[in-house]
């Protein structure tokens, strides 16, 4: 018998693309009126296109630089993730680029570092996380470092956002090389990198605290109903397991079954629900993991 995809429903898959063209729209947002305003550096190849775009004073060249570099990133998400995880990328990324040329020009805030650059720096981080999760939760992404970090989030298990701050130490230093040659001033280098430093990191914790795919935690069930606990854990997902425990109560000494399972955050609230439905008096309570072994499965982003 021949195995048969399963289709996305049209209503699930109508969602999606609604939830994918908002994170277009808001990451252009992030740029247009808060990063690129602000002068700080962005990760990955769209640090390089902000850094030219910012040495030769145009708005034009980094929205080019950014067609070209996402151009053979989607290239690399067709075939290092899935070819749903591109397509969703090219449309979030084809978004941002329109949104970038017909958003109309306002200004929210003083950009210079003595009035309000920090509210820019840290609203743009913001915005940004959000746009990005958003992406990621609809089986897609923003582009540029995003494509990278779903590629290595699903081989070494961490967060994607984690992959950002990593993509920004070249972008970061090529950015203030070129900041120093076109001005050749030390100060406003040090101030621009701080800036730097805050955007990157508010939009990685953003990021990571909103996209739980790749966030590890142990969910530990005190039951009398062992069976019943343990089916709606391996019913719930199928790659899923548990490992089971003999427990004595210290006040009632009653006998009682502690159940422990590996789940991602994303697939916790689900599980939580199930097992309640299975034991309704039972007791848990979990934690967050860290090292957890390559061998775990996590289903592919796309």
Known sequence: MTAQKTKTPFKQLLKDYILILLSGFLYAAALKYFVLPSKVILTGTEGIATALSYYFESYWLFIGLYIVFQTGLLTFGFVG??????????????????????????????PEP???????????????????AIAFRSRGSTG???????????????PVGSIAIIASVGS???????????????????????????YIFVSAETLNN???KFKIT???????????????????????????????????SEPFSIIRSIITQEELPQMI????????????YFHDIEGISSRYYISPIG
């Open 81 to 110: 993730v899935s070819r749903v995880f591109a397509v969703r990328s090219l449309v979030v990324v084809t978004t941002v680029v329109l949104s970038l040329i017909f958003m109309p020009e306002l200004r929210f805030a003083q």
């Open 114 to 132: 003595q009035n309000e650059r920090i509210i820019l720096v840290i609203f743009g981080g913001i915005l940004a996380g959000v746009a990005k």
């Open 144 to 158: 540029d470092e995003d494509i990278l970090g779903a590629y290595f989030a699903i081989k070494y298990l961490q």
């Open 172 to 198: 970061t230093a090529f950015g203030l090389g070129l900041d120093f040659l076109k001005n050749g001033d030390f100060e406003p280098l040090v101030n621009t990198l701080m800036y730097t430093c805050i």
């Open 210 to 212: 909103l996209y739980k």
């Open 218 to 252: 142990m969910l530990t069930v005190i039951t009398r109903k062992e069976k019943e606990v343990g089916k709606s854990i391996t019913s719930t997902s199928a790659h899923r397991t548990y490992t089971v425990d003999e427990g004595t109560g210290g006040h009632s």
């Open 273 to 284: 629900s199930a097992v309640q439905s299975s034991d309704p008096d039972c007791f848990y």
